[in-house]
């Protein structure tokens, strides 16, 4: 038997749900802590949840795939449901067909994309920030002159290639279910606002912060940091699809 998330709609298990509240007597039960506590707050604005058979559910769950709204789940967090893709609210992961569709997984090529852009423009930040550990970078080029062309490369980077992290980033904080990307936001987030600030605005530094007239920046630590989960978000990608092509192949040999 399962159920709907009143606020967002999101199909779940009852049995394996962590989050419920009560009204009129009848248990509800929610996907995350963000939705019950919305919920909480002004239930009268949500209507009452509908029961579902389990064989209901398989045929939603076909009539959805074909009218090219399959059901996803997260393989962390069984109980999510949702129509089409999405991310899970409790740990930020791609949501997957609960039915294999034989399709390729878009989540995959966009990730491949940013990281192969991603990680062109970020070699270059980084081989330039670690120049000045062998060579005298001031006889090449200036200091100032460098951070700027660490901004020009990173920023895409950041706000391009890594803003799928952010997003996950901040709806960890709306759903109060904290995950790696509230980790990954809040460090690159971090590192390329103080850079930032360091760049345009070195006055409010104090001398003390100054090497070689300039206040020293991050930005190749949070071009790194994009692209190294870029790379680690491609890998479990890929295997989660060969899992996926493999159970499909297993499949075709039932009898």
């Known amino acids: 038997m399962t159920t709907h998330d009143p606020v967002c709609g999101m199909t779940i298990d009852p049995a394996a749900a962590r989050f419920r509240a009560t009204r009129d007597g009848k248990d509800h039960v929610f996907c995350s802590a963000g939705c019950r506590d919305k919920f909480q707050a002004a ?3 949500y209507p009452a949840p509908h029961d ?23 393989p962390m967090h069984p109980q999510i449901r949702h129509k089409g893709p999405g991310h899970c609210p409790i ?5 997957e067909p609960l039915q294999a569709t034989g399709k390729a997984n878009p989540e995959l090529a966009d990730m491949t994309r ?5 990680t062109a423009l970020a070699v270059p930040v980084f081989a330039l920030a670690m120049a000045g550990d062998v060579v005298d970078l001031a006889d090449f080029v200036a200091p100032r002159a460098a951070q700027w ?32 990307f509230t980790l990954i936001a809040l460090g690159v987030g971090a590192a390329y606002g ?3 600030a360091a760049l345009f605005a070195p ?7 100054r090497m070689d007239g300039a206040v020293p920046v991050y930005f190749e630590a949070a ?8 790379l680690g978000q491609v890998l479990e990608l890929r295997a989660r699809a060969r899992t996926s092509d493999a159970i499909r192949a297993l499949l075709k040999l039932a009898p």
């Open 43 to 45: 239930p009268q604005k």
């Open 52 to 74: 579902h058979a389990p064989h209901e559910n398989h045929h939603h769950a076909a009539a959805a795939s074909d009218d090219g709204e399959a059901i996803y789940t997260c």
């Open 91 to 95: 740990c930020g992961m791609a949501l």
């Open 114 to 118: 940013r990281f192969w852009i991603g």
């Open 149 to 180: 062309i660490e901004f020009a490369l990173s920023t895409p980077v950041v706000l391009w290639a890594g803003w799928p992290f952010f997003v996950r980033g901040w709806a960890s904080l709306v759903n109060r279910s904290l995950n790696m």
């Open 194 to 196: 103080y850079s930032v």
């Open 203 to 209: 006055g409010l530094f104090p001398q003390a912060f």
């Open 223 to 230: 071009a790194g940091i994009i692209a190294l989960v870029l």
